[in-house]
């Protein structure tokens, strides 16, 4: 296991110049987060890491973790669905082993599912009526959203609905075991293979590992990723000697701005959860994804740890989206973390096809994801750029900050 190096010498910045970038229009980032975002008290702090290959170069803190706190470079964040690329690469290594395959049925891991059929009518207080499957689930669907499942907060379909109800994704909701019993029950929204829809299928892959490596997700991701890339402080349960480190967490509210959601004193992530969610249970730091980013941008490789080889990478970074299209062409998703247009999804991560059809500057195969709570990251390729930008308000979709910081990072791209 390599050894978590200090945290300053994590954080260090290199000559923001010598890396490429014009400083100065760097800094217009954190001004623009500044008047636009923290003066107004839309955002109750924001964190932002800009490198370079393996290098920072430009780190920003701003803004209080806690009410008269400073924000520090140690602050735990709950990343959310940024937990989903590193429960895909954990499945991926179980790929590499020979344990599993893209191609296979998920009943293989999961036999429950044998007879789950897909929504024909009903729901509420009404049977639910559905048909046989025209095609098998795989686990590809399950890595690229393709699989037919769905998350409540859609409210869009009676299947949405159901989900609320049986409250499968509540930080107490069922355990995975449960999940998969539960879920069993509850039809598809279409055929696997057919659309795209954002949904708990993270959430399954996590527990395909854990029955694949029999033992518990947390620990079946810390043996796979979280310790060999030396992520000391990315845990699905914050240690009560950390907790100190964990920022206040806010909900938008139309009248008051924001409105705290989960206080970092007394916070729902120092609690063991019932469900280990390889969607969206992660709490990490700056430092610590940053870690993870540079492991992605080293072809599967950090600090002479290797894992993930270069080509199942490239096979993940890929858009897998059937023929080969973008999320306005498949996506029935109310909300994601990723605008559609220019947009293909691999294997647990959104790829650019098309930058100018996304609006943003940015490169041909860059990849990214973002986190409920307005977290995001993004690994371009071939500029060698690694953006982390972290805050704690949801929804992400409230603000358009993401799309604000992408474009003046390019803007300050000078070589």
């Known amino acids: 296991m390599n050894e978590m190096a200090p945290l300053k010498a994590e954080l260090s910045i290199s000559d923001p110049a010598e890396l490429g970038f014009d400083p100065a229009r760097l800094a217009r980032i954190d001004a623009h987060l500044k008047a ?3 003066d107004t008290g839309r955002l109750p702090h924001t964190a ?30 709950r990343i959310a669905s940024m937990s989903k690329p590193i429960t895909s690469i954990a499945f991926m290594q179980l790929v590499e082993e020979g344990k599993l395959a893209l191609a296979d049925p998920v009943t293989k891991v999961i036999p429950e599912w044998k007879d789950l059929g897909v929504f024909v009518a009903g729901g509420g207080n009404v049977p639910f009526v559905s048909r046989p499957a025209a095609t098998p689930m ?8 393709t699989a037919g499942l769905t998350y409540s907060f859609q409210e869009r379909t009676p299947i949405d609905a159901a989900y609320r109800k049986l409250k499968l994704e509540a ?28 949904s708990v299928a993270t959430d ?29 402080d990315t ?9 100190h480190r964990l920022p206040d967490c806010y909900a938008f509210h139309p009248s008051e701005v924001k409105k705290l959601y989960d206080p970092g004193e007394g916070s729902a992530w120092g609690r063991k959860p019932n469900q280990l969610s390889g969607g969206g249970g992660l709490a990490s730091t700056l430092a ?42 498949h996506s029935t998703a109310l909300f994601s973390e990723a605008e559609n247009a220019g947009v293909g999804f691999g294997l647990g991560f959104a790829t650019t096809l098309d930058a100018a059809a996304t609006m943003i500057p940015g ?42 910081i992408k474009t003046m990072l390019y803007s300050a791209l000078a070589d």
Request: net charge negative; aromatic share 8%.
């Open 36 to 38: 636009r975002y923290l």
């Open 48 to 77: 932002l890491l800009i490198g370079r290959g393996d290098e920072i170069a430009h780190l920003s803190l701003q803004g209080d973790a806690r009410a008269g706190e400073a924000l520090r470079g140690d602050a735990i964040f």
């Open 138 to 145: 795989r686990m590809i669907d399950l890595l690229r959203h």
């Open 171 to 198: 930080f107490s909701g069922p355990d995975l075991e449960e999940m998969i019993r539960i879920l069993a029950g509850v039809p598809l929204q279409f055929d696997p293979g057919t659309s795209w829809n954002y």
């Open 204 to 232: 399954i892959l996590g527990a395909i590992i854990q029955r694949v490596d029999d033992k518990p997700l947390d620990e079946a991701i810390a043996d796979r990723v979280t310790r060999p890339l030396g992520m000391a």
């Open 235 to 243: 845990h699905f349960q914050v240690p009560a000697d950390k907790l």
């Open 288 to 329: 610590d994804y940053h870690r993870f980013c540079r492991m992605l941008i080293n072809d599967g490789e950090l600090d002479g740890t290797r894992i993930i080889s270069r080509k199942t990478l490239e096979l993940m970074t890929a858009n897998h989206l059937p023929g080969g299209g973008d999320l306005t062409q």
């Open 363 to 404: 490169s041909k195969s860059d990849f990214y994801w973002g986190g409920m709570f307005s977290t995001a990251f993004f690994v371009d390729p071939v500029e060698n750029i690694i953006m982390i930008f972290m805050t704690q308000l949801m929804p992400s979709s409230t603000y358009p900050v993401r799309r604000e």
